[in-house]
């Protein structure tokens, strides 16, 4: 490869991100290229997580609800995630699934506008989303109606409600203009919801200049906080006190406490809270949440870019079977990096037995995401060098490859 494994290393020793990897337990031998679908363990999460058992529920018990502020931590956690979001601490809670989470600000987005008939998406979109969307509309009596990626812009009209998007695609990388939708979508009187899960924490966003209105998105892929992790939701200042939440629960309840047999809303975004936090789960989102402590997100996205040259012109010279599906633009992608194969997941199987894990998207998508915080030009290389020893030698073809698990 014209790009030599010397060259690769010299270009880690000049990083300024190299010292971040170590704020993270990687297994030895292992090249990560799945952070974008869930994040390794930060150092200093299975401390933290085990101290909140031991020591808070162990010796607090109930009362770790007020003396440890175990009551505060949507509000709490989310004002971490706030800056990586460009969105002010009272605009995010962390609460629930990024399914959930769709569900509350979908229903209650839609109803703000009961004339306007449509609930628009993406074909193609990440599936929880447009499950979500469609079960929605049918409950609302409102149309649901997912067009495809270039048509989506001029569908949205003076019957929108509600456009629904994922700002980068799961599958391709592939992103969308946040700022030029959303006003668009405005202009015309409907609100934008963006799913961020592939987004916060890899790309630099800044949701209070862009004008976004509502966005959730999941605590486990670049925010690293462990599997099934909760997720965030974000309403903007501005709209926390018009929106009433459909799903309510007594968490959301002005006074929860008071055991009132009346809805009264919480103010601002405490009302889409829904049921009692799951305080371990956030308490590992938290800790792992200290791996971006004083890291600029401009810096993180300028390594990531570096780092997607790198893999596509090594894999052009050493894998040419394979086609990039990612834009190669840097504005218009996120942090992973897409290659259609026909035999893509035996290979990524291959990969995996070699120490290279990445994913596989249905039906032929060897996914592999980049993440500077923990990963290296050296790691890219040896990847891709990996990789083109795999298929020269056509070790896939081993029938072992071929076996599918339940998660692919
Ligand atoms: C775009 C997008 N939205 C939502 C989710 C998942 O949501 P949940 O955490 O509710 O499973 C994913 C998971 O990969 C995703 O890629």
Not at 45 to 64: F, K
Not at 244 to 269: I, N, S, V
Not at 332 to 351: D, K, N, V, Y
Not at 357 to 371: A, K, M, Q
Request: with cysteine; charged share 20%.
């Amino acid at each position: 490869m014209s790009v030599t494994l010397a060259d690769a290393e010299a270009r880690d020793a000049a990083d300024p991100l190299l010292n971040l990897r170590g704020r993270f337990d990687l297994p030895e031998g292992v090249i990560y290229l799945d952070g974008n679908s869930l994040g390794p363990l930060p150092k200093g999460v299975a401390e933290r997580v085990a101290a909140v058992v031991s020591e808070e529920w162990g010796g607090d018990l109930i009362r770790g609800w007020n003396a440890r502020d175990w009551i505060g931590a949507p509000q709490r956690v989310g004002a971490m995630i706030a800056p990586l979001i460009g969105a002010k601490p009272h605009e995010v809670i962390v609460a629930d699934s990024t399914t959930v989470n769709l569900f509350k600000l979908v229903t209650a987005a839609a109803a703000l506008a009961p004339e306007r008939s449509v609930i628009l998406t993406e074909a193609g979109n990440f599936r929880t989303d447009l499950y979500v969307a469609e079960g929605a509309a049918n409950l609302l009596g409102r149309r649901f109606e997912a067009r495809a990626r270039d048509e989506v812009e001029g569908a949205i009209g003076p019957g929108t409600s509600l456009l629904l998007l994922t700002h980068v695609h799961y599958r391709t990388g592939a992103r969308f203009d946040m700022a030029g939708l959303t006003a668009r979508a405005r202009d015309t009187g409907a609100l934008t919801l963006w799913d961020l899960s592939h987004s916060a924490g890899a790309v630099p966003l800044d949701l209070g200049r862009d004008g976004v209105e509502l966005a959730v998105g999941c605590g486990y892929k670049y925010l690293n906080g462990g599997p099934g992790a909760p997720a965030f939701l974000y309403v903007a200042e501005h709209l926390q006190e018009r929106l009433m939440p459909a799903l309510r629960g007594w968490m959301g309840h002005e006074a929860p406490f008071a055991f009132d047999d009346d809805y009264r809303p919480a103010p601002g975004l405490d009302r889409f809270l829904v049921g009692t936090p799951p305080i371990l789960g956030i308490a590992a989102l938290e800790a792992a949440l200290d791996a971006y402590r004083g890291v600029a997100m401009d810096a993180v996205w300028a390594k990531s870019v570096a780092l997607f040259d790198l893999f596509r012109a090594l894999m052009a010279e050493r894998c040419p079977d394979f086609t990039c599906i990612t834009p190669q633009e840097p504005e218009l992608r996120g942090s992973h990096i897409s290659f259609a194969h026909p035999h893509a997941f035996e290979i990524c199987q291959a990969l995996i037995a070699e120490g290279v894990i990445g994913d596989f998207r249905s039906p032929d998508v060897l996914r592999l995401g980049l993440t500077p915080l923990y990963l290296g030009f050296a790691d890219i290389w040896r990847a891709v060098d990996i990789l083109g020893d795999i298929m020269g030698e056509a070790r896939w073809r081993d029938p072992a490859f071929a076996v599918r698990g339940k998660v692919t």
